[in-house]
């Protein structure tokens, strides 16, 4: 084989090698997310596959949160909640918030376990619904799908208030809640959104204010 030939071989197996490399299956760097990952296979799970009822136990048992509410009225609830089923936080029980929540108004909190200022109301928020000593339901709805760290934070708390497990944001998107948190949801006993206010409340005052503006009940 001349010189020449032996270049054109050996340059057209480095061509071979080049095109054999550019098309060899390769696995994503965990790291680098690709901008189309995840486009149009929105996440639908509530909560981590680690989040197991056996999991949760012990979690749940040191919480010890108050029963989620049931439903007090036969009257139908046409509202934006209507129908919408969650987990409730503290026994792992379904919950239709909707005929939960009729007959009765309600302050629904939307919180996660990471939200600081969520952590500074939470208190506030407990000390509200032992003073209204039934007249008000105050739900709290956890939405981050970290149910385990839910409970933990309200465990360190000292919060005792019935929850939901929400970790796909389905109520905010119900009530049409902004994306921030945390975030206060008012309903009327019919169901009817009466206000959704996304500020963090610094004071009993400030929650009964809200309250009694909005919904017409005061301390």
Known sequence: MTGSAARWSLAALLVVVALIFAIWPRGEDPGTASPEMGRGAPIVEERRAADTSEALAPLRERADLSACPTPTSAAANDGPLAG???????????????????????LINLWAYWCAPCAEELPYLQDYAAQMDGRLTVLTVHQ????????????????????????????????????????????????????????????????????????????
């Not at 792992?92 to 909707?98: A, T, Y």
């Not at 019935?162 to 905010?172: L, S």
């Open 84 to 106: 919408l089923v969650l987990e409730c936080i503290g026994d792992g029980s379904s919950v239709d918030l909707g005929q939960a929540l009729a007959g009765r108004p309600a």
């Open 144 to 219: 981050d799908r970290n149910e385990a760290n839910g409970l933990a934070k309200l465990a360190d708390y000292g919060i005792r208030l019935p929850g939901v497990q929400d970790g796909t944001g389905r109520t905010a998107l119900a009530v049409g809640a902004p994306s921030v948190l945390p975030v206060s949801i008012l309903i009327d006993a019919d169901g009817t959104v009466v206000s959704v206010l996304p500020q963090p409340f610094r004071s009993v005052d400030d929650i009964d204010d809200a309250v009694r503006t909005n919904l017409g009940i005061a301390l």
